[in-house]
């Protein structure tokens, strides 16, 4: 090699920093924003905040003021953030072993534990000071009961002990409808209730379905998911009776607590009768990863759609439409019969 070939390639690391140091510092930060995001699983936040809103609305009957329903949601979306990031930092160690969790940030070497868990407990102090100053004290305080629950209870207590882990440990992800219901009363009454439950009768279906088409890399990491401990079989007849439970579920909300109306009771009829058939073709097909995953999927759908249905329902436009409708037909009929 000679001189100039020598200085010349002495050079390139430090040419290479002048030329692509601002690219490079973009990239990272932009990387490193990626991954703390990742943390917060974002995706099942979004479904957890419609259900935040369709609480909202239905306490105000249709009329939510803009500003508590972006701070409330706001506050929500932190505190599942936090709960989340807990998770991962907790559960980092199964994450790093089974194919699906082994890219998240953590067991990927993205994020330091010490880092994310510094992140998390950022995120639930916002949360509370937001949703105690915008919104008031019970709705801070649901927030942080999820965190707590879903930490404590799901995720070191049960998870990994429990093949009931996920019914008892629902519980915290039913509770983000309290969080929009105290938000706008100040306090919890059957409504918020009844819409918990209906979230904590989803979960079984939901998670089981897709527990049935990962169970080996649950049993691989010795994590007692009911499709390992009992098979598929068992699980997708407790798949069967939490659906028939939750479908009668959904329409106490019509009838006796006169909370929804029509628009909302059509939607629970047409979405539970799908949920019924893809949850009925699981118990005739109890191996058929295809028809699990088809019900896992169609479940996050069915909560969307019903929540929107809530929404829906709840706004006066749509009261005012269907007493009109429920008039003219009642006019017609009483001219019919004369
Ligand atoms: C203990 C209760 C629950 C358990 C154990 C559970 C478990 C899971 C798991 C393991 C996944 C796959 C996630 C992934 O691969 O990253 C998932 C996906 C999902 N979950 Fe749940 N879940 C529960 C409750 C809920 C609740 C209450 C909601 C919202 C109301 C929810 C919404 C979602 C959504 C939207 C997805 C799809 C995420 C995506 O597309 O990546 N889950 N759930
Ligand atoms: C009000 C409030 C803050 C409530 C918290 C609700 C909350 C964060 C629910 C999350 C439910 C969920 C995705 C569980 C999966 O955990 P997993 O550990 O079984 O999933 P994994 O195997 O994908 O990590």
Not at 166 to 180: H, K
Not at 194 to 204: A, E, N, Q, V
Not at 288 to 297: E, G, T
Request: with cysteine; net charge neutral.
């Amino acid at each position: 090699m000679t001189n100039s070939q020598i200085i010349t390639n002495s050079l390139q690391p430090m040419q290479e920093i002048l030329t692509n140091d601002r690219p490079r510092l973009h990239e990272n930060f932009s990387q490193v924003v990626k991954s703390y995001y990742q943390l917060t699983k974002p995706r099942i936040i979004l479904l957890l905040l419609i259900t935040t809103s369709a609480g909202m609305w239905m306490a105000a009957k249709g009329e939510v003021d803009p500003l508590l329903l972006v701070s409330t949601i706001t506050g929500g979306a932190l505190a599942s953030a936090s709960a989340n990031t807990i998770n991962c930092v907790y559960d980092s160690d199964i994450d790093y072993i089974m194919e699906r969790t082994r890219w998240r940030p953590i067991p990927s070497g993205r994020v330091k534990k010490r880092d994310a868990l510094i992140f998390a407990i950022a995120l639930a102090t916002i949360s509370f000071t937001l949703l105690t100053v915008v919104a008031n004290l019970l709705a801070a305080l649901l927030a942080m009961s999820g965190i707590v629950f879903y930490v404590l209870i799901y995720t070191h207590w049960l998870k990994r002990h429990s093949v009931q882990n996920i019914v008892i440990g629902g519980a915290a992800g039913a509770i983000p409808p309290l969080v929009g219901w105290a938000a706008v009363t100040g306090d919890l009454s059957w409504g918020a209730w009844l819409l918990f439950g209906i979230i904590f009768l989803w979960t079984p279906p939901h998670f089981w379905a897709l527990a049935m088409m990962i169970r080996d890399e649950y049993k691989e990491v010795g994590v007692p998911m009911l499709p390992v401990i009992e098979g598929d079989e068992a699980t997708a007849r407790q798949i069967w009776i939490y659906t028939l439970l939750m479908i009668p579920a959904t329409l106490l909300l019509v009838y006796p607590l006169h909370l929804a109306g029509a628009v909302y009771a059509g939607t629970a009829i047409f979405l539970g009768a799908i949920f019924a058939q893809k949850a009925w073709l699981l118990l005739q097909t109890p191996e058929d990863k295809v028809v699990a995953r088809s019900l896992f999927k169609y479940s996050i759908l069915y909560l969307m759609l019903l929540c929107a249905g809530i929404v829906v329902d709840s706004l006066p436009v749509t009261h005012n439409l269907t007493t009109a409708v429920v008039q003219n037909v009642q006019t017609l009929i009483s001219a019919v019969v004369m």
